[in-house]
Structure formats: C-alpha cells, structure tokens
C-alpha cells in the first residue's frame, strides 16, 4: 500500500483533457442507464399497486354480494332494472311475525355521479369506480330456468368493470363471475 501512495505523491500531473472527457462520457452513460432503470420501476411499480387495488376492489365486492346473498336466504329472486344501473330484488317469505322481507342489490350511481355496488341502501366501499355506461358496464343478470323474471333457483351472473385513477392514468378490470343459487 505504501508504494502506491509515494507513486501518488510523485505523480501530481492530474488528468489530461481528454482522460476527464472519457471519464465523463463514461459517468453521463451510466448515469443515464440507472436513471432510466428506476424511472421504469417507479412506473411498473404504479401500474402494480393500481391492479392490485382494482383486484381487491373487484374480491371485495364479489364476496360481499356473494355473502349477502347467501345471508338473507332468498326464497325468490327477481331482476331490478334500475334507472342507472342494474340489479336483483331478493325476496323472502314472512318469518313469524308475518312480514314479508325484500332486498336490493344494484349497481347505480351514487349523488356524485359515480358508479357504486349498493346493497340494501348502503354502498359497498370500495377504492375503485364501477362502469355504468356503455357497452362494457357493470351489471348483475337473472337467468332463470323459465326465462322468467324471477325465481327460486337460477343462475346470477355478475359483470363488474372496475375504474381507477393514479398517476394521470385510468386503469380499469373487467370481471365476470357466474354462480348459481
């Protein structure tokens, strides 16, 4: 070690011109390379974390019509048509005190003009935006054996596309799901 040290010191002449050229091209190349490695990781990894949250948006709100569903116990069920949107009425008989019950579950905007899942009157709170125009919006269909409107056991298939916004960009998921009841 010490013998690279006195050639140091004895040798106090610098860098040429174009060493330090060379040696800047050099850096500015690498330099350049490692910015542009992490300015596609920050953009993949945002592209990421909107899908992951559209994903689990879309499991959330599967799971809670699902769960609803199987909750209330049904006796009949019967398509909605709603004014901006699509659903299911969910009727039961009387229990013992001799009231019929009913239930809605829509996909409809809400007061600020944003498609949501409703159950019952309540939102189901999701980070996402559901579609509710156009050819690929979201919607919940009846298909009953009879090709009826309604009844006691058929198969229910829900449509749901998923919107959301980050970094400036729309990302959305398209789901389908069909189960019978």
């Not at 050639?7 to 500015?28: K, P, V």
């Not at 994903?55 to 709100?61: C, F, I, N, P």
């Not at 009879?146 to 970094?167: K, N, Q």
């Amino acid at each position: 070690m010490k013998r690279f040290v006195e050639r140091l010191r004895r040798s106090e002449d610098g860098y040429t011109l174009i060493e330090l050229i060379a040696a800047l091209s050099l850096l500015s190349l690498v330099l350049g390379i490692i910015y542009a490695t992490i300015s596609f990781g920050m953009d993949a990894y945002g592209r990421v974390q909107a899908q992951n949250g559209l994903r689990e948006d879309a499991d959330s709100a599967m799971s809670a019509v699902m769960a609803r569903l199987y909750a209330f116990g049904a006796d009949e069920i019967g398509q909605a048509e709603e004014e901006t949107g699509s659903g299911i009425v969910m009727k039961a008989d009387a229990d013992g005190g001799g009231q019929a019950r009913s239930e809605r579950v829509a996909i409809r905007r809400d007061a600020a003009g944003k498609g949501r899942l409703y159950i019952g009157d309540l939102p189901v709170e999701l980070g996402s935006e559901l579609a509710t125009e156009g050819e690929e919006r979201s919607a919940i269909e009846l298909r009953c054996p009879d090709g009826g409107g309604a009844c006691s056991s058929g198969l229910l298939e829900i449509r749901l596309r998923l919107l959301r916004e980050a970094d400036g960009r729309v990302y959305s998921l398209d789901l389908a799901s069909k189960f019978g009841f």
